[in-house]
């Protein structure tokens, strides 16, 4: 929600949380959990601020609430 990529590496989620919301969290920890707390915020539609910027954080929505479509898996190589 915070971060582009799936996985940011702890002082890219830092940096990535005070360029997003301007928080300058005093550690990773601290980063981590306001980001969690952001993604509750969006979940409750009382305290939702606006809607998501970016199509990564609406994927990171929908992945919690459960209402993300997975894609369809494939045929391994030779099967029917």
Known sequence: MAAFARRADKDKMLLAVYMRWKFEAPDHDTADAYTLARIAAHLDPELRE??????????????????KKSPRPT?????R
Request: charge should be positive.
């Open 75 to 79: 045929r391994a190589a030779g099967r």
């Open 50 to 67: 606006a809607p998501p910027e970016l199509k990564f954080q609406q994927e990171v929505l929908d992945t919690v609430r459960g209402t």
